[in-house]
């Protein structure tokens, strides 16, 4: 049984840093990338980072390029996002997941947390 928990969230205040955290288990061994997403109430969730486990790359969206960082421990199981520089349009809940093959289009993949709460204000 696959299981993504993240962690990490909270208030911020804008410009502030936060990082936010993803454990994973039961993942099957062919899977090697994994990412973060976001989602606004009413709106469409948003990839804004992807990692591959292999250290071949990293992805980022514009809206996060330059302020957000991800990292992982791939024998700790574990997803990092640190995020610097925080703006209110950064007010979402995050999650972290997984597809179960590399064809899977991000929003179809196949693994998802639970998300954690993320807002940004003064």
């Known amino acids: 049984q696959v299981q993504l928990v993240e962690s990490g969230g909270g208030l911020v205040q804008p410009g502030g840093s936060l990082k936010l955290s993803c454990a994973a288990s039961?993942?099957?061994?062919?899977?090697?990338?994994v990412a973060w997403f976001r989602q606004v109430p009413g709106k469409e969730r948003e990839r804004i980072a992807s990692y591959l486990t292999t250290g071949a790359g990293t992805y980022y969206a514009d809206s996060v390029k330059g302020r957000f960082t991800i990292s992982g421990d791939h024998a700790k199981k574990t997803l990092s996002l640190e995020m610097h520089n925080l703006r209110p349009e950064d007010t979402a809940v995050y999650y972290c997941?997984?597809?179960?093959?590399?064809?899977?289009?991000?929003?179809?993949?196949?693994?998802w947390g639970q998300g954690t709460q993320v807002t940004v204000s003064s």
């Open positions: 997941a997984a597809p179960e093959n590399p064809y899977q289009r991000p929003n179809e993949y196949s693994y």
């Open positions: 039961g993942l099957p061994f062919s899977v090697l990338l």
